[in-house]
């Protein structure tokens, strides 16, 4: 069977190979200290002046993935907290900012709906299990993950709040996996809330050549929306703040801060989806008492 399939979300059959997955790189520690004060959410990186940033270096997640675009980079990462509210800003190389997501483009007398992706930044954190950075490893854990989007979730100044289920046993509607230690049942899903953008329909009639993908429905609801983002593209670079509150009250969200140390990871999508990014190594955020 081939990649292809598999990324749009159907099962490996029994006798098909193991994705070649790539090694992870090395654990990093990242101390998240106090703020003076809390950085404006807008993608202007100025505020963190005193804040020293860590290098985080990310590499493809799959052996010789031709569909990847970003390689191997480092992410210029700040975190810190300030009055119960967590804040991250990034900075990353992109040689230009792909804001548009599946356009409709006009072509042999019909609108036909286009593989065309955003750039997108996710950052996720061990909600539950034993977590690893390697969602095809050897381990079953759930993951809290938010998922910027420059041209889905960035007009709405949110990233998308979703759970990861990883699993080592089938689970009902999960995608299934070959991964390198055998197979891997996997659910990624959305929080609870109304969501803040939707598929464009196709045109009903002639319009311009290229017509919008998703279209923009509102301010969104519930835990979906529990984080605020915001990228701006700056010569050359991805520049990214996002920001959400230590304790959501919501049990699909990790509770941050009070002095534990939780492991996570950040990946870095470039015109790309699934499994065609580049990730970093486990990253433990040691959080102050």
């Known amino acids: 069977m081939s990649l292809s399939v598999l990324l749009a979300g159907h099962a490996w059959a029994d006798d098909s190979a193991p994705l070649p997955v790539a090694p992870m790189l090395p654990t990093l520690e990242l101390q998240v200290p106090p703020l003076k004060s809390a950085p404006l959410v807008d993608g202007n990186l100025?505020?963190?002046?005193?804040?020293?940033?860590?290098?985080?270096?990310?590499?493809?997640?799959?052996?010789?993935?031709?569909?990847?675009?970003?390689?191997?980079?480092?992410?210029?990462?700040?975190?810190?907290?300030?009055?119960?509210?967590?804040?991250?800003?990034?900075?990353?190389?992109?040689?230009?900012?792909?804001?548009?997501?599946?356009?409709?483009?006009?072509?042999?007398?019909?609108?036909?709906?286009?593989?065309?992706?955003d750039d997108q930044f996710v950052i996720r954190f061990r909600l539950s299990g034993d977590y690893d950075a390697c969602m095809l490893g050897k381990s079953s854990y759930q993951a809290d993950v938010w998922r910027w989007s420059a041209g889905r979730s960035n007009p709405a100044g949110l990233a998308e709040d979703q759970l990861h289920i990883i699993s080592l046993e089938p689970m009902e509607d999960a995608a299934e996996y070959r991964g390198p230690h055998g197979m891997v049942y996997i659910i990624k899903r959305n929080?609870?809330?109304?969501?803040?953008?939707?598929?464009?329909?196709?045109?009903?009639?002639?319009?311009?050549?290229?017509?919008?993908?998703?279209?923009?429905?509102?301010?969104?609801?519930?835990?979906?929306?529990?984080?605020?983002?915001?990228?701006?593209?700056?010569?050359?670079?991805?520049?990214?703040?996002?920001?959400?509150?230590?304790?959501?009250?919501?049990?699909?969200?990790?509770?941050?801060?009070?002095?534990?140390?939780?492991?996570?990871?950040?990946?870095?999508?470039?015109?790309?989806?699934?499994?065609?990014?580049?990730?970093?190594?486990?990253?433990?955020?040691?959080?102050?008492?």
């Open 191 to 289: 929080d609870a809330g109304q969501p803040f953008y939707k598929n464009a329909p196709e045109p009903t009639a002639k319009g311009q050549d290229e017509e919008p993908g998703i279209l923009q429905t509102g301010p969104g609801s519930g835990s979906l929306v529990d984080v605020q983002a915001r990228g701006v593209w700056r010569e050359g670079f991805w520049h990214l703040e996002m920001s959400r509150a230590l304790n959501t009250g919501h049990e699909d969200d990790v509770i941050l801060g009070g002095g534990q140390t939780i492991p996570g990871a950040i990946a870095i999508f470039d015109r790309e989806g699934n499994e065609h990014k580049s990730v970093s190594g486990t990253l433990n955020f040691i959080f102050p008492p």
């Open 46 to 117: 100025d505020e963190w002046g005193e804040v020293k940033p860590y290098a985080i270096p990310v590499s493809p997640t799959l052996e010789k993935d031709a569909r990847n675009r970003v390689g191997k980079k480092t992410v210029e990462l700040r975190v810190g907290i300030f009055d119960n509210r967590f804040y991250l800003a990034a900075r990353w190389p992109d040689d230009a900012p792909d804001e548009k997501f599946r356009p409709w483009r006009w072509r042999d007398g019909k609108y036909r709906r286009t593989e065309t992706r």
